[in-house]
């Protein structure tokens, strides 16, 4: 029988996490005026353990505590504010990319380097605009000696205003378009790169994001992650089990905004009774609750695959397949459980008074954070059609502008 539950573990750091979401839910409007988590919550969520790591295997660094522990406290955290999975302190989605495409010294050293509350660290994907001539980035990576020189825009870059290292990704190989990629470490001292303005967001208020520039900024051969013997593979498992993460972030939106509506409707009355005793609010809140319960479970199930496939017990060609579903499953469950929300709350929905309009605007955001619906389908079709992985069909392009912390 297959079983999702949390283990007993599990079930206690549930436990702690729920109660820090608890004052962060109390805090919520503060948190979306001031454009930051709290300095005690932050530093209470690093105390717990969270802010990246959870899944990364103790050989590279990290907690060694796998895929299902992290997208359980990511969903609990994201219950209190949907926000905050993505603005904590510690290496954020860079544990990540350094587990799947560096090496345990390379991923050991920089997880070492950002073990404390007040350190951080981001991935640059994403760019203003896509090449126009060619596949791939417009940053490039060329080489000088032995070192690497980079040169290009990076946006949508969460936590660069606090990051002190980041994973950037840029073309190495011109003519390979996609199948040409590389990523890099590069410290925030380094000479040449630049932080730009904090962007005014949708949502997701608690972090900010921002533009990189690179103007010829150079690296040592170590800096490069070599993505083991396929990168774009390498990459893909990534993105992919960073999407799962952000997909648990939507989940805990999708039940945070079902709590608040059932609340709504069981208090609210007319003509005598609770509005939700009338069939269309009690249909939409039905409905609801199924999309979160599949998604919920789509999820888990996705991580708990990946989970298998690092011991050899599940393929990875299952795991993709059920991500992409999860993915595609909980972003679109979170939009219509933030705008079906707003609706029940009528009028009241669109005042701040209440907080589903920022699950509304939060759920839109989310959509555009790592792998977007489009893409999750995409990858999902061509796993499960047997079709070759082309990373300009699979990866989050420069065109579609993908937001990563």
Same mark, same amino acid.
């Given at each position: #029988? ?8 599990? +079930? ?35 105390? #717990? ?40 302190? /510690? ?10 495409? /560096? ?5 050991? !050293? ?34 000088? /000696? ?81 993505? /083991? ?5 390498? +990459? ?53 609750? #199924?999309?979160? !319960? ?14 298998? +496939? ?27 459980? &933030? ?7 009528? &009028? ?18 989310? &959509? ?38």
């Amino acid at each position: #029988m297959i079983d999702f539950e949390p283990t007993e573990e599990q +079930a206690l750091m549930v436990t702690a996490v729920s109660q820090l979401a608890s004052k962060l839910r109390e805090r919520i409007r503060q948190t979306e005026r001031d454009h930051g988590l709290p300095a005690e919550l932050r530093l209470a969520a690093f105390e #717990m353990g969270l802010g990246g790591g959870v899944a990364v295997p103790e050989s590279h660094g990290g907690a060694g505590l796998g895929l299902v522990t992290a997208v359980l406290l990511d969903e609990t955290l994201a219950v209190g504010d949907p926000a905050a999975p993505f603005a904590l302190g /510690g290496p954020g989605a860079l544990a990540g990319a350094l587990h799947e495409l /560096g090496t345990p010294a390379q991923a050991s !050293e920089w997880l070492g380097k950002l073990s404390s509350a007040d350190r951080c660290g981001a991935v640059a994907w994403s760019e203003p605009r896509a090449h126009a001539t060619r596949a791939g980035f417009c940053t490039t990576a060329t080489r000088s /000696g032995d070192d690497w020189v980079l040169s290009g825009v990076k946006a949508f870059v969460l936590n660069a205003d606090r990051a002190d290292a980041f994973v950037v990704f840029a073309q190495v190989d011109e003519a390979a378009g996609w199948a040409g990629i590389g990523a890099f470490i590069v410290e925030r001292a380094a000479t040449g790169l630049t932080v730009g303005e904090r962007k005014v967001t949708l949502g997701l208020d608690a972090v900010g994001a921002f533009d990189l520039k690179l103007d010829g900024v150079k690296v040592g051969p170590a800096a490069r992650l070599a993505g /083991g013997e396929d990168f774009c593979r390498s +990459a893909l498992r990534f993105f992919v089990k960073e999407a799962l993460k952000v997909s648990a972030r939507a989940v805990g939106l999708s039940q945070a905004a079902f709590d608040a509506s059932l609340e709504y409707v069981t208090n609210r009355r007319a003509f005598g009774k609770p509005i939700g005793h009338f069939q269309a609010v009690a249909f939409t809140l039905a409905d609801r609750a #199924m999309d979160l !319960e599949a998604a919920r479970h789509m999820v888990r199930r996705s991580a708990s695959l990946w989970d298998a +496939a690092a011991t050899g017990a599940a393929s990875e060609r299952d795991a993709l397949l059920a991500s992409a579903q999860a993915v595609s499953m909980s972003l679109e469950g979170a939009m219509r459980a &933030g705008d079906d929300a707003v609706q029940l709350h009528g &009028g009241a929905g669109f005042m701040r008074d209440y907080p589903v309009e920022k699950y509304m605007r939060d759920a839109k955001q989310l &959509g555009l954070c790592s792998m977007t619906k489009e893409q999750a389908d995409q990858l999902g079709a061509a796993v499960a059609l047997g079709v070759a992985l082309d990373p300009a069909v699979v990866l989050p392009t420069p065109d579609l502008q993908a937001v990563f912390t």
